[in-house]
């Protein structure tokens, strides 16, 4: 079944930016994909939260790209979630508005995966880090869905970036197509680690 996908970019210096840049670019041509650039239509940070949630009440499936900023998302998405996401509308009592979309991250990081392990240099998984972003959809009654990592961004070769920003392309449609990736539940995990890429699971 169709999904209607709502690409939500958040990159506070986008036209500095490589990695994301790619990804984007390579996101426009992706039918039934709506894409928002968050920096670039709220430059004051003053987010239209009456817009945002018609937006977001017009599609199936948030995908927020953006890289990882200090184990986080850059500040305007995280204002986003601060506003758009209210009492009554997300969450609380009788809320329904987001109850079955999917929520799903499309995240750059400068470390490479061997960094993030308990070993490594930065102690924790991704999955670890990103559980603040899970459980905000698991209390928006949302399917938190694997994300689509890029990671070693800063070091990529030309061409691996193109291959990666085609990979994405590809991961668009298959959800804009009702193909989802695994839906993550770490509360089901002893250690928080992503399934192997590739799989995905039909949309219901
Ligand atoms: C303020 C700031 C904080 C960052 N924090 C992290 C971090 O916590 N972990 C990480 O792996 N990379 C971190 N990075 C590196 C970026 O994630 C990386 O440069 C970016 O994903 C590359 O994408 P781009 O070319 O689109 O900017 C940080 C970069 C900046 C500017």
Request: glycine share 4%.
């Amino acid at each position: 079944m169709k999904q209607r996908v709502l690409l939500i970019v958040a990159h506070p210096m986008l036209e500095g930016s490589r990695v994301n840049r790619a990804l984007l670019d390579a996101a426009q041509g992706c039918e039934g994909v709506q894409v928002h650039d968050l920096y670039a239509r709220y430059p004051e940070q003053m987010i239209d939260v009456p817009h945002e949630q018609a937006l977001v009440d017009a599609h199936d499936i948030l995908v927020f790209q953006h890289p990882m900023h200090w184990y986080s998302c850059p500040a305007l998405l995280k204002n986003w979630f601060d506003s758009v996401l209210s009492y009554g509308w997300a969450y609380g009592d009788n809320a329904t508005k987001l109850t079955g979309k999917a929520w799903v991250q499309a995240v750059s990081t400068g470390g490479s995966e061997s960094v993030y392990q308990r070993r490594g240099y930065n102690c924790f998984s991704v999955a670890e880090l990103l559980r603040p972003f899970e459980q905000t959809a698991r209390l928006c009654n949302m399917r938190y869905l694997q994300p689509f990592l890029t990671q070693a961004a800063d070091t990529l070769s030309d061409e691996a970036l193109r291959e990666q920003a085609a990979s994405y392309a590809a991961w668009l449609d298959q959800l804009a197509e009702g193909k989802w990736p695994p839906q993550v539940d770490s509360l089901q995990a002893e250690e928080a680690q992503y399934l192997a890429p590739a799989s995905t699971e039909e949309a219901s």
